[in-house]
């Protein structure tokens, strides 16, 4: 075929859909949003991507947590072998850091959450907050998990523990709700009815897959915090380990260690689990592979149904222009141009409509990120240029037959049809 006559073909294309606007509207539709679909998760899990990776970062590839449940783990649906495992004791991190040389700096981190069942509640000036966390750690924490960042004033100082002073550092949106636009340090708020004074405010930073984030805490001296909540007995231990030390060693060391301190049987499994940062872009990626197979089912669901509807409005086109394909084939018209006519228009259909998905799938991804910036929704070329794929594919497989019925029509039986 040479090129003026494939330009003739594509005319051709195109005036047949311009004489059918509305019916070329509801057929992409489904093409439509198959490709919104794809852009749109695609851009939230590149967001989210880039996130989680920033937060692990943060954290420092060299760090690692010693929890008594699995990450994730609902305190109110644990499984009972969960459930019988003894806590962790503030005691165990001073004896690790004493038998564990390999480790650089280790902390001790007591909890008290609404999902561990118990009520928190701040107060200031008749304002309230009652979803805070409160956390108690050593003066070093910050040095320990570096995505810690005191914003505004200081944290509070191995004096300050050795005394167990009632000092608080509070997440940006404690402050905030508590304090508004007025400077917090040096405020005394009442912390589930004690008294403790402002010395510090967190920089922002959001939770991570869904957990609370530095902006909730409400952090204390370690000291202050056993004084206040001795019945807050759930302990999470923090370390990291020397540059020149093989992270896995220590690991080994370390459960080694623990499984003593804890007189675990060489029969039994942990009691504890011990986990690196690492593992929550593992955790992350098996989440997001979960994600991409149920969106890639639903979009493919969205371009099948977008590709019957063109096969379907295409065999009704060869019927309805029977006549005119025997006219063509009458006046010369090869069976490879007629199937080139309409595959073209097929393919027209499809492209378009991937066209306009992707532009939705923009739109939705601006959307989100305008709602939720830490997601950072954005739309890849490489998604784009999936998107248009996907639909030219569709028309191409979709529009084949018809086509190729229309290629075949014998020209005598064509004239003849009314």
Known sequence: MTRSEFRENLIVSLDTLRAHKVRSALTLLGVVIGVTSVITVAAIIDGLNKFVADKVEKMGSRSYFITRFPFGTDPNRMPEKYRLRRYLQYSDADKIKDTVHSIDKISALGTRANFFGDKNELRYAGERVERAIIRGASADYCDVIPMFVVEQGRYYTQAEVDRAAAVVVLGQAIADSLFGRASPLGKQIMMNGAPFEVIGVFAHDEGLLGGPGVDQFAMIPLSTFRKHYPESKEVVIIYTVQRDVDPMAAQDEVGD???????VSYKSDNDFEILSSDFLSKLWGQLTGAIVILTSVISSIGLLVGGIGVMNIMLISVTERTKEIGIRKAIGARASDIRVQFLLEALMLT?????????????????IRTAAPSIGATVSPFWATMGVTLSAMVGLFFGYWPANRAAKLDPIVCLRYE
């Not at 260690?257 to 007189?263: A, D, Q, T, Y």
């Not at 492209?351 to 959307?367: E, K, P, S, T």
């Open 257 to 263: 260690v623990l499984r003593r301190i804890r007189k």
């Open 351 to 367: 492209v378009a409509g991937g066209m306009i998905g992707i532009l939705g799938g923009f739109i939705l991804a601006l959307l």
